[in-house]
């Protein structure tokens, strides 16, 4: 039996050596491998063709001096120029005059110098550069490409000029690959039929679509177009725009959280938050969906609708469930051009003065008639208004005219259970200054007036007509005239009849007004 004794600390001392070994090696390794994959992605420049080849002292170590018809050569791509110095050690050049690169049968720049760098596959161009993909041609003073990755830059201004647009701005990104322009700072883009503005672009020559990520404005001679972010196919001239969007022309606005738009057809469609504006009329329209074309103008409008009248004084609102605004151009006759306006279903309005309900409602702009249909009810100050059709005439921006068509009914609270009755065929009803002064009832007549010595009530007149004329003061009725043949008793107040007290068809409807703006939401 052999016994070999090695002493511990020598043990130790031997396996660190070992991987000390064996760690350098593996570096060593790993940087010939790092140089191998670098030597194998970084392309020299090669020299394809020259007139003249010069070396010299003076033009620095290892510089090569080209003259006439000079010609480079990195990975695919040819680079002509008239002359050059070549630092080959380097991997880059200085060219000079007419300057061409040509990569693949599509892409081709030119410019007045080049400075090329090989390990970064990196042309800046200086000049008069051009850059020429197929349809599309950018200018600039300097332009900066990536051979590798495709990609142009440009930061003193540029323009792109393609079959139906020219493309202006400060600083921009061609992405020859995808087709891709990437604008900033100034951007105009020049269409025959309309201009963009805007800070942020991104464009594709091959789908001509424009993306907006800015303030954005496209000006035509019919309308301007407003968006902070969204596109337009510039081919087509199709819009979807999502951020502070609207379409205005002449007169009139159409905005939304969503906008989208058709130039050919002049049409489009507004959702959340969507207001037209009307600044000749002085009407707001808001609502959740729209649909809408310019010529004639029409605009559809439904979902939580809001319509706002600005009068002289006041304003009215108005709600219901649809409502149509539209343009009428009889034989297309511009200066014979009129329009109406049309809520539909569950019709409630209010103003300060005057409150009304109805089922549907017509507002013509050519005789300024406000027209109320199925069970209409309007409220002017104390007075209660009903008929089978009831219609506003609007005067001056003010309502100085009621009309109340078949079962024309006013009543007004005078007491608690008491109330002052008009009814006839037809009315008619005078205003002045927000207020109902007088009525005059044309066929069939009837009235209940309670009659006062100051604040003491003398009796009770029931009496019939065929024409009587009403006048009121502060909204209460002050005086009755009975103009053709009345009939009538004036009972004392304590030997009416409960029946004589209320007119034939006799409806109080004071739980179903408006008795604020909001409450126009609130069908009953």
């Given at each position: 039996m052999f016994i070999v004794s090695i002493p511990i600390q020598s043990y130790f001392v031997d396996i660190v050596y070992f991987y000390i070994v064996n760690i350098r090696l593996l570096i060593i390794l790993l940087v010939f491998a790092t140089l191998g994959i670098s030597a194998q992605t970084v392309r020299k420049v090669e020299i394809v063709n020259t007139d003249s080849l010069v070396f010299a002292e003076s033009f620095g170590r290892n510089v090569k001096r080209l003259y006439g018809h000079v010609a480079f050569k990195h990975e695919n791509v040819i680079m002509y120029c008239d002359s050059a110095y070549f630092y080959s050690v380097e991997n880059e050049f200085d060219a000079f005059s007419n300057i061409h690169i040509k990569q693949s049968d599509t892409l081709n720049l030119y410019g007045d110098s080049l400075h090329f760098d090989g390990n970064k596959s990196l042309a800046q161009l200086q000049g008069a550069v051009k850059l020429v993909d197929k349809t599309t041609t950018l200018t600039t003073r300097n332009l900066d490409y990536d051979i590798n990755t495709n990609i142009a830059y440009y930061y003193n201004g540029g323009k792109i000029v393609n079959i139906q647009n020219t493309l202006t701005s400060e600083i921009g990104t061609y992405f020859s690959q995808t087709k891709e322009l990437f604008f900033k700072n100034k951007v105009v883009l020049v269409n025959a039929q309309y201009t963009i503005n805007t800070d942020t672009l991104k464009y594709n020559t091959t789908s001509q679509i424009a993306y907006f990520f800015g303030p954005s404005t496209i000006t035509s001679k019919n309308n301007l177009l407003y968006t902070e972010n969204g596109w337009y196919n510039t081919k087509n001239e199709t819009a979807e725009f999502y951020k502070k969007?609207?379409?205005?022309?002449?007169?009139?606005?159409?905005?939304?959280?969503?906008?989208?738009?058709?130039r050919k057809k002049g049409a489009g469609k507004a959702f959340g938050n969507v207001l037209i504006k009307d600044t000749t009329q002085n009407i707001l329209l808001y609502g959740e969906v729209a649909h809408f074309t310019e010529r004639p103008e029409f605009c559809f409008v439904t979902d939580s609708v809001l319509l706002i009248k600005a009068f002289a004084k006041d304003s009215l609102y108005l709600h219901c469930?649809?409502?149509v605004y539209q343009q009428f151009i009889p034989n297309g006759i511009d200066s014979l051009a009129y329009r109406m306006i049309k809520a539909y279903n569950k019709v409630r309005f209010f103003k300060p003065d005057m409150q009304g309900k109805c089922d549907s409602l017509v507002y013509d702009f050519r005789d300024s008639l406000v027209?109320?249909?199925t069970e209409p009810v309007i409220w002017a100050q104390s007075n209660q208004v009903s008929g089978t059709e009831v219609r506003l005439h609007v005067a001056k921006n003010e309502v100085d005219r009621v009309y109340i068509e078949d079962n024309a009914f006013i009543i007004s609270q005078e007491g608690k259970e008491s109330y002052n009755q008009v009814k006839g065929a037809t009315m008619i009803g005078y205003i002045a200054n927000n207020e109902l002064y007088k009525l005059d009832v044309v066929r069939n007549g009837q009235t209940v007036y309670y009659m006062r010595d100051e604040q003491e009530l003398v009796g009770i007149s029931n009496a019939e007509c065929e024409k009587i004329t009403v006048l009121f003061e502060k909204a209460q009725i002050s005086q009755i005239t009975f103009l053709k043949k009345p009939t009538?008793?004036?009972?004392?107040p304590k030997q009416i009849a409960e029946e004589k007290k209320l007119l034939n068809d006799f409806s109080w409807k004071?739980?179903?007004?408006?008795?604020?703006?909001?409450d126009i939401f609130n069908w009953r």
């Open positions: 969007s609207y379409v205005s022309a002449g007169d009139r606005m159409v905005s939304g959280n969503k906008l989208q738009y058709d469930d649809t409502i027209k109320m249909y009538g008793v004036l009972y004392p004071i739980g179903i007004r408006p008795m604020f703006k909001n």
